[in-house]
């Protein structure tokens, strides 16, 4: 049995998977960790993701992936990596071994720029407290590679723009190492182009198929073929429209679309063009979003799908 969940961490992304087999867990995925708490709003039924996996009894992650480093996905990484043993994290980009804290490097960055500055310093953080715990790095280093989980579950997983992973490696390994920070505009470039350098993954369970794509945005695809038949889209960067198109929605032909985003969004977030694009498939939000024309929704800490040693996949469950 696989339990799916998305998990309400507001604007951000965090997803966490479970196998489970005669009632105990032998495989744990964690997708994206959420944000910091300032950023992501907790007082409400929003959840950090280390509290949501000790209510879910989750006592180690198996395989971290990271889609990218911002930090509505990596912020809440240094707390889980605290209390959750974390056996292999996933990612596109590493330090430098000799890399130096970013704790003030940030300053005097404009707000964009700053933000991105500061995720890459929660990840340092975060990957010195687990090289303590023994976790191994896996670096993503070929266009395509897939990840075999278990002998019934796996992920595709394709890096975005991979012509561009070079420079952004060199403006983060400058920003870890050179006395002098790099130059604003080329933080501000990566932090505009970071989405669509995310890590795009493809999930298969008992043939179900579940699309991660992480926030890239429609240009990722002109280089990639949309895969088909998807069984559940997470819908790219929020429900922003430049992250969907009739077209993804008519060639991966999903059951159900999630998006990832706050109620609390006042700059079309998610796009008010989504339901008439969707052309009657169901669609959820990780947060109580009500759109135009929409009747109250519940509160929820969770959205989550369950698929059976069969593969038949159940409705979702508002948890």
């Given amino acids: 049995m696989l339990l799916l969940d998305f998990i309400n961490v507001g604007y951000g992304d965090s997803i966490l998977v479970q196998e489970i087999q005669g009632g ?31 209510k879910a ?73 687990m090289e303590r715990f023994g976790t191994r790095q896996q670096l993503l280093q070929n266009s395509s590679e897939t990840l075999r989980l278990t002998d019934s579950l796996s992920l595709d997983c394709v890096q975005g723009w991979k012509d ?43 043939g179900k198929r579940v699309l991660l794509p992480g926030d890239a945005g429609l240009s990722f695809w002109n280089d990639h073929p949309l895969p088909e038949n998807c069984d559940i889209v997470k819908l790219p960067h929020h429900g922003h429209r430049d992250a969907f198109s009739a077209e993804l929605f008519q060639k991966t032909d999903p059951k159900y679309v999630v998006v990832s985003v706050s109620n609390e969004r006042t700059d079309d977030c998610p796009c008010a063009d989504l339901p008439r694009m969707l052309e009657g498939r169901a669609l959820l939000f990780t947060d109580a979003v009500m759109l135009p024309y929409s009747e109250d929704v519940p509160s929820r800490t969770a959205v989550r799908f ?11 469950a508002l948890l």
């Fill in 57 to 129: 009894g989750v006592r180690r992650i198996d395989t971290l992936l990271i889609t990218h480093l911002h930090k509505d996905h990596l912020g809440g990484l240094l707390r889980i990596a605290e209390v959750c043993p974390i056996q292999r994290i996933v990612s596109s980009y590493y330090p430098p071994r000799n890399a130096k804290s970013l704790r003030k490097r940030a300053e005097g960055y404009q707000a964009g720029a700053q933000a991105l500055a500061e995720a890459a310093g929660i990840y340092l953080d975060a990957l010195r407290v």
């Fill in 164 to 206: 561009f992973s070079d420079r952004q490696g060199r403006i983060l390994d400058a920003l870890y190492q050179d006395d002098i920070p790099p130059a604003e505009s080329d933080i501000n470039w990566l932090d505009c182009c970071i989405n669509c350098l995310s890590i795009v993954s493809l999930l298969r369970y008992k």
């Fill in 306 to 316: 369950t698929v059976d040693g069969t593969g038949r996949l159940y409705p979702p």
């Fill in 24 to 54: 105990e867990t032998v495989y744990t995925l964690l997708v994206d960790c959420g944000d910091t708490e300032e950023a992501a709003g907790y007082e409400r039924q929003r959840i950090r993701t280390c509290d949501y996996l000790k």
